[in-house]
């Protein structure tokens, strides 16, 4: 069974710039969540879609945005950015997106904003 | 304010002898705790978790042992072997929070032969 995949690996945008990027989930699985990780705060929770509903964010801005589609597929937007939004975004996928369900992360896209 | 804490950012051990490591929580709602390891240029993989009714959960070399009262687990790594070299991260989950998992920075583990 393929893997959490995510697209692209790599991004480098400027200041001002918005980017989209996409997140396939395991076949079969209905969650999907967004971390966010950096040297300094480390793996941080952005969001979650289920369903194609958005069931739980964490705290960032308005900036950052998601959505999920009818296939699971999820993509996360960010606008206007920031050279703090360098990062890697990491999206993870579990079955039935029960709490303590295994998440399944994919290798991430590296984000540079310059 | 972290809630999660790898206060250990590397651990050197050689191989066959015991890792572990370490990882501190504030949060009394926290009610579930998993270990995931990191390779370079990878995702976060799942090994291990533990739920707060039970103290230990044992899966192969690895074993967590949680302290409630201290607000305190642990992962035991034996034997160490130089593959099991990557960065380690706990996390913690509570219901309030839904499925967002709540990190450590990380422990980068390093097994020489």
């Known amino acids: 069974k393929a893997g959490v995949t995510q697209t692209p690996r790599y991004l480098i945008k400027t200041r001002g710039q918005q980017v989209t990027l996409s997140c396939s989930p395991i076949s079969g699985h209905r969650s999907v969540s967004w971390y966010q990780q950096t040297p300094g705060q480390g793996l941080q929770f952005l969001f979650e879609?289920?369903?194609?509903?958005?069931?739980n964010k964490g705290n960032f801005p308005g900036r950052f945005s998601g959505r999920q589609f009818s296939n699971s597929r999820s993509e996360m937007n960010v606008s206007t950015l920031e050279l703090g939004d360098s990062a890697l975004y990491l999206c993870?996928?579990?079955?039935?997106?029960?709490?303590?369900?295994?998440?399944?992360f994919g290798p991430g896209t590296r984000l540079l904003v310059l | 304010d972290q809630q999660v804490k790898q206060n250990s950012p590397s651990l050197s051990v050689q191989e066959g002898r015991i890792s572990i490591l370490n990882c501190d929580y504030t949060n009394s709602m926290f009610d579930y705790f998993l270990w995931y390891k990191k390779y370079p240029a990878e995702g976060p993989t799942f090994l291990i978790s533990?739920?707060?009714?039970?103290d230990k959960n044992e899966d192969g070399r690895f074993t967590v042992f949680l302290n409630k009262s201290a607000k305190h687990l642990s992962l035991h790594i034996v034997p160490s072997q130089p593959g099991d070299s990557a960065v380690y991260f706990c996390?913690?989950?509570?219901?309030?929070?839904?499925?967002?998992?709540?990190f450590g920075k990380g422990t980068t583990l390093s097994v020489s032969s």
């Open positions: 879609y289920f369903s194609e509903t958005q069931r």
């Open positions: 533990i739920s707060s009714i039970k």
């Open positions: 993870a996928s579990s079955l039935g997106g029960r709490r303590k369900e295994t998440q399944y």
């Open positions: 996390a913690a989950s509570a219901t309030q929070a839904g499925t967002a998992l709540i």
